[in-house]
C-alpha cells in the first residue's frame, strides 16, 4: 500500500543550523503520530515542509506517492487556537465552507453540494446550535471543534495539526483530541499532530517523532519517552516519570513549562 | 443661504448625471471593498492612502497633469509602501500615521503654488460640488469595473486569508500575493473616492458603510450587500440633497453615512 506520507532522507537547514537531517518516515493511513520537541527543534518547519511552503535542504516528501506541493486537497490543517475578530462577518457555517472551497478563485456562488457538506460536519462534531453564531463570539473550546470540522470536511488523507489544543484547558483538551480521534477514524485520515505535551493525546499516539538537538527518535510512545532515549537525545540526564497514565520529562531546559501544565 | 432647495430641481438632475453614475459605482466598490477593510482592521491604512492620493492629485493639478491619473499614482504608491513594509497590524499603523502628514503636506505645497481656480483646490481635501465630466467619469468607470471583477473573483480565498490566514495558506491560497492585490484594489478604491467625496473624507465611503453592516448582520452574504446598499444611499442621497443648495456634496454624504451608522448601532443595541 502506497503511504499516505513518506519523508524520504529529508534535511532542512538555515545557514549553519539543522533542524534535522536524514529524516526517514512513512506514514500509513489512520496512523496518528506525534511530533514533539523543544521551541525551535523544527516541528512547525516539518510541517511547513510537508505542507510544500518550505523547501528541504535535501530529501523528499510524497504524499499518496506524489511530491509534496503546495495547495494539496489531501491534507486537512488544524491551526493554534486563535481568537478571531469579533466583527468578522462569518458565522460558524460559513467557516466550515471555507474548508471545502474557500481556496477556490472565481465568482462567490455556494453550491447545493457544499451545503450538504457543511450540514453533515456539522453533524459530526456536534455544532448544530453553533452554526449561526458568529465565529468571534465562539470559546476557543468551540472554535477548536470547528477547526477540525473545517479540516475533515473536504476528505483529506492526511491531517496536519499545530498544537491545536493550546490555550484550551484541561476538560476542552480532552474534548477536543477525542473529537480529532473520532473524525480521523471516520474520514480514514493519518494524523500529524505536533504538540510539546503528549498527555492529552497519548492513549490515541500510534508512533512519536521526538525532535532535539537538530537529531531525532521515532517509535511508539513506550519506546521512545523513555530516560535513556531522551538523555541520549539531548545529550544531558533526562528524567521521563510516569505518573498516573501520564508522562512528564524532567531535566530538559525546554520542557520546564511540564512541571505547570502537568501534574493536576 | 439655504441648506435644501428644490425649487429648480428638475432641470438641476440632468447636470448631475455623471455625478450620479460615479456615485452608483462608487457606492458598490466602497461597500464591497469596506467589508474587507473591516476585518483586515485596515480603517486608517484607508485613511492615509488617501492623503497621498491626495497629493499625487494635487500635483497632478500643478503641473496640468490628469488628476484622476495623479491620484491614481499617489494612491497606489501609498497602498505599495503600506503592504510592504506593513504587515502586522501593529507597524502598518505607524507607517500610515508617518506617511500621512507627509502626504498632506506635499498636496497642500501643490495647492498653494496652483494659481488655477480655488474651487479645484478644494474639491480634492472636500469633495466636488457636482461637477463630473465625461474624461473623469471615463476614468470612474474603468476604476471602478477593474476593482468590482478583480475583488469577486478573488472574493473567497480573500475572505479564507483574512479569517485564517494559516489555514488558507495551507489550503493552497497565495495569502501574501492576494494581499498585495488587494492593497492595490484599495488604493485604486481610494483613488476613485477620493474624486467625490475629497481625500479627508473617503472614510465615509470605504469605512462607515461596512461598518454599520457589521452592527446589524453576521452573514458573509448579508453583510456586504447591506454595506453596499448604505454606501449608495450615502452617495447618490448626498449628491441630490446637495444639488438643490448648490453646497459641496460631501457634507451631505458623510451625514447620511453617519446616520445610517447610527441607526443600525441602535438597531443592534434593542436586537440584543
Known amino acids: 500500500m502506497t503511504p499516505v506520507l513518506a519523508i524520504k532522507n529529508a534535511s532542512l537547514a538555515f545557514g549553519e543550523r539543522t533542524l534535522w537531517s536524514n529524516l526517514n518516515l512513512e506514514i500509513k493511513p489512520q496512523e496518528f503520530i506525534a511530533v514533539i520537541g523543544a521551541n525551535g527543534s523544527g516541528k512547525t518547519t516539518l510541517l511547513k515542509a510537508i505542507l510544500g511552503q518550505e523547501k528541504l535542504s535535501q530529501g523528499e516528501i510524497e504524499i499518496n506517492g506524489k511530491a509534496a506541493r503546495s495547495g494539496s486537497t489531501s491534507i486537512g490543517y488544524i491551526p493554534q487556537h486563535r481568537t478571531i475578530d469579533s466583527s468578522t462577518p462569518m458565522r460558524a457555517k460559513d467557516m466550515l465552507r471555507l474548508g471545502v472551497d474557500g481556496h477556490k478563485f472565481g465568482f462567490p456562488f455556494s453550491s447545493r453540494e457544499s451545503n450538504k457538506k457543511v450540514q453533515h460536519i456539522l453533524g459530526c462534531v456536534d455544532a448544530f446550535d453553533l452554526a449561526d453564531k458568529r465565529v468571534g463570539e465562539l470559546s476557543g473550546g468551540e472554535l477548536q471543534r470547528l477547526r477540525v470540522g473545517q479540516a475533515v470536511i473536504d476528505e483529506p488523507d492526511l491531517i496536519l495539526a499545530d498544537e491545536p489544543l493550546s490555550a484550551l484547558d484541561l476538560a476542552q483538551q480532552k474534548v477536543i483530541a477525542e473529537l480529532l480521534d473520532q473524525e480521523r477514524r471516520d474520514h480514514n485520515a493519518a494524523v500529524i499532530f505536533v504538540t510539546h505535551d503528549v498527555n492529552p493525546i497519548l492513549s490515541m499516539v500510534d508512533r512519536v517523532l521526538y525532535l532535539a538537538n537538530g537529531k531525532f527518535r521515532i517509535g511508539t510512545p513506550d519506546e521512545v519517552l523513555r530516560s535513556e532515549v531522551l538523555s541520549e537525545l539531548y545529550g544531558t540526564p533526562v528524567d521521563v516519570v510516569r505518573n498516573q497514565g501520564r508522562i512528564l520529562v524532567v531535566g530538559t531546559q525546554d520542557h520546564d513549562h511540564h512541571d505547570h501544565e502537568d501534574w493536576h | ?272
Open chain 2, 1 to 272: 443661504m439655504t441648506l435644501f432647495d428644490f425649487s429648480d430641481y428638475a432641470e438641476l438632475i440632468p447636470l448631475v448625471q455623471n455625478s450620479l453614475i460615479a456615485g452608483l459605482l462608487l457606492g458598490l466598490v466602497g461597500g464591497l471593498i469596506g467589508v474587507f477593510v473591516m476585518t483586515r482592521d485596515m480603517s486608517f491604512a484607508v485613511h492615509g492612502i488617501s492623503e497621498l492620493s491626495f497629493a499625487g492629485a494635487a500635483f497632478a493639478l500643478l503641473l496640468g497633469f490628469n488628476v484622476v491619473g495623479g491620484s491614481i499614482v499617489g494612491s497606489l504608491v501609498a497602498a505599495a509602501i503600506i503592504g510592504y513594509l506593513g504587515a502586522k497590524a501593529k507597524d502598518r499603523n505607524s507607517i500610515v500615521a508617518v506617511l500621512m502628514p507627509a502626504g498632506l503636506g506635499l498636496g497642500i505645497l501643490a495647492l498653494a503654488l496652483y494659481e488655477g481656480r480655488a474651487a479645484n483646490k478644494f474639491g480634492l481635501l472636500t469633495g466636488q460640488i457636482v461637477a463630473v465630466d465625461d474624461p473623469q467619469l471615463f476614468w470612474l468607470i474603468a476604476i471602478c469595473s477593474v476593482v468590482l471583477v478583480t475583488l469577486l473573483v478573488i472574493w473567497r480565498p480573500l475572505t479564507f486569508a483574512s479569517v485564517d490566514v494559516e489555514v488558507a495558506a495551507a489550503r493552497g491560497v497565495p495569502t501574501r500575493a492576494l494581499s498585495t492585490v488587494f492593497m492595490l484594489l484599495l488604493g485604486l478604491a481610494v483613488a476613485a473616492s477620493v474624486q467625490i467625496v475629497g481625500a479627508l473624507l473617503v472614510l465615509s465611503l470605504l469605512v462607515t458603510p461596512a461598518a454599520a453592516a457589521l452592527r446589524v448582520s453576521k452573514s458573509p452574504v448579508v453583510t456586504p450587500v447591506l454595506s453596499v446598499a448604505f454606501a449608495v444611499t450615502s452617495v447618490i442621497g448626498g449628491i441630490l440633497l446637495a444639488l438643490g443648495a448648490g453646497l459641496p456634496i460631501s457634507p451631505y454624504v458623510t451625514t447620511i453615512s453617519f446616520l445610517i451608522y447610527v441607526i443600525c448601532r441602535v438597531i443592534e443595541k434593542v436586537k440584543k
